[in-house]
């Protein structure tokens, strides 16, 4: 989820959309244009297609948002920070800045979502029957008619027990509530993850032959590409959810004063970039370092190889770090005394080189993903 366009705010929550959205869009639109709506209701001109598929894409996707505002809800009802919903290739995902507090908050945050899909497929399957009774227009019954069938298979496919899928996360939650061991039943929802994710790949290869009106359960040629790239898909985010799980169980208890260094040298705002190359980024290892005012030693930025591509070589001398440093927000600042965790779900952000941890305004050292790295890989060789 690195970047995309921000829309704006609902219930309170962030809304973005991913780049990626854009190419499943265009993928929804063409199908129903040149494929759904002219073999369903013949009569339709092309230019209707194509205007009924975009209008059908966009209240598809508008449901996806109320499918993943219902589970933001939830996780903000029972004291879950929700950091926002962003839309994506595969539909969307609430980011959540913590795992749930307990099974029974996983159980209703996962169940929710396919309750929403389900009763948003029944609201629009009774405004295609009731606009039918009615003499409405056809295209109104046509695309509502689409957008109940949808909606019902958007709920059941997420109620499939594939982590992290819906239904994934409430197994998960109810081997949780047995084992009362988040990482065991993240271990194990992981696993049948992964297996539902190669199910779906093999029967999309299987598949791929297939032709006819089945051609979307069955396969052919984009159907079993399709099956076989949301099975890798669902498989690789299953592992990775265990994986983070470890990782989680790795900096429990961990403090950011614990893992932060100490001895990344601080660069000052009239240091010309010729002398930062030469001195610091050629001879570190370091992705980035933080760039203070002269005087007052106040963090104004930091700066690293990124930005010195910026300026071209033969001006180093005579530009300043301090010129092209870039400016910080609160997203690059920590507490020494917050969870590591906290330092992880930053550094996530591909825009975040480094987090500078700050104690009244001073700098008191640096964390880097390298530091999370060796910590995690310390902790798992005692581990095992």
């Not at 409430?170 to 199910?199: E, H």
């Not at 010729?274 to 700066?303: A, M, Q, W």
Request: negative net charge; charged residues 15%; hydrophobic residues 50%.
């Amino acid at each position: 989820m690195g970047g995309g366009i921000r829309l704006g705010r609902v219930l309170g929550f962030n809304i973005s959309i991913d780049w990626s959205w854009f190419i499943v869009f265009f993928l929804v639109v063409y199908t129903l244009a040149n494929g759904y709506f002219p073999f369903a209701y013949p009569g339709f001109s092309r230019a209707t297609n194509w205007a009924l598929g975009i209008l059908a894409a966009l209240l598809l996707f508008g449901s996806v948002l109320v499918h993943e505002l219902s589970h933001s809800v939830v996780a903000r009802y029972y004291g879950t920070e929700v950091k926002g919903i962003t839309l994506f290739l595969f539909g969307g995902i609430s980011q959540t800045s913590e795992e749930p507090a307990s099974a029974r908050e996983e159980f209703w945050m996962a169940l929710v979502g396919p309750i929403t899909s389900f009763v948003l497929g029944a609201i629009f399957y009774m405004a295609a029957n009731t606009a039918s009774g009615l003499g409405w227009p056809l295209w109104f019954v046509a695309v509502s008619s689409y957008l109940g069938f949808i909606n019902v298979l958007l709920g059941v496919f997420n109620l499939l027990p594939g982590f992290p899928l819906d239904g994934g996360r409430v197994l998960r939650s109810i081997i949780w509530a047995i084992t009362d061991n988040l990482t065991k039943a993240t271990r194990w929802a992981s696993y049948v993850g992964q297996g539902f994710g190669f199910l779906l790949m093999a029967v999309g290869f299987v598949g791929m032959p297939g032709t006819g009106l089945l051609g979307i359960l069955q396969g052919n040629l984009v159907g079993g590409l399709w099956l076989i790239f949301i099975g890798w898909f669902l498989a690789g985010a299953a592992r990775s959810g265990y994986e983070q799980a470890l990782i989680r169980d790795a900096l429990s208890g961990v403090r950011v004063e614990q893992v932060m260094t100490t001895d990344v040298p601080v660069i000052t705002a009239d240091t010309s970039v010729r002398k930062f190359v030469d001195e610091h980024l050629l001879k570190h290892d370091y992705s980035c370092y933080p760039v203070v005012e002269p005087d007052t030693e106040n963090v104004i930025g930091v700066i690293g190889a990124e930005e010195v591509r910026t300026v071209p070589s033969s001006d180093w001398e005579l530009v300043s770090v301090g010129q092209i440093a870039h400016k910080i927000d609160g997203g690059y600042k920590i507490s020494e005394d917050e969870d590591a965790w906290e330092a992880v779900t930053r550094l996530a952000s591909p825009e975040v080189c480094r987090l500078l941890v700050m104690d009244d305004g001073h700098l008191k050292g640096t964390v880097g993903r390298d530091a999370i790295f060796r910590l995690v890989q310390t902790k798992m060789r005692l581990a095992a």
